[in-house]
């Protein structure tokens, strides 16, 4: 009976180490400042186009089990510009992302479904929500993980570990966020296009 319980022990504990040697947590606040959102409102009368590089947040990966995927990604909203410095002023006040009450919109991720995988890349649709100016709403939306393993010191000399990018284009409307919902929409489109494009980190 003891050699039973004993060997039950070992696969237990070997279970749990493989468990946690493929999962790991990757770091999305870059040093670099790289990541970036872009988004862009194709109104009748304008077009608008801006980024934010005001990226942080953590992702669980494991690629044995992508599925699996979670976490949380925090976009500061005082780092989102346009060119018309004058334009980005109203952006930022309290009739449109009032930033001051705001200071930022994030994305929650609870799972993925409809995992592909090809070479390093896995496509997707992850289910989560997004929180903009205190209102929250489930959606999902597709995206394409890229796993490198061991190419951390590639991107970041003197750092060893893996790196996760994460992609994804969508599509929210300002109207269901409160975002100066009915207005200026011949300047200001409803309809915002978002792409995300961030590498985060898991240092080993």
Sequence with gaps: MNKVIKTISLVAVAAITFTQAHAASFD??????????????DAPLEYISGTANGISGTV??????????SGT??????????ANSMMRDHMLGGSWMDVENHPTITF?????????????????????????????K???????????PGKLADRNQGMQGDILV?????????????INAGQNEDKVADEIELKLSIAGFHAK
């Design 73 to 82: 990604i925090t976009l500061d909203t005082t780092t989102l510009m346009v």
């Design 166 to 178: 994460i992609r994804s284009d969508f599509t929210i409307l300002r109207s269901e966020f409160g």
């Design 60 to 69: 669980e990966f494991d690629p044995e089990h992508p599925e699996k995927t």
């Design 138 to 148: 489930e959606l999902e939306l597709p995206v394409t993980l890229t796993y490198l």
């Design 108 to 136: 929650t991720a609870k799972k993925l479904k409809d995992v592909k995988k090809e070479g390093s890349k896995y496509s997707a649709t992850a289910k989560g929500s997004i929180t903009i100016k205190g209102t929250t």
């Design 28 to 41: 999305f606040k870059d040093p670099k400042g790289v990541n970036n959102v872009a988004f862009s409102m």
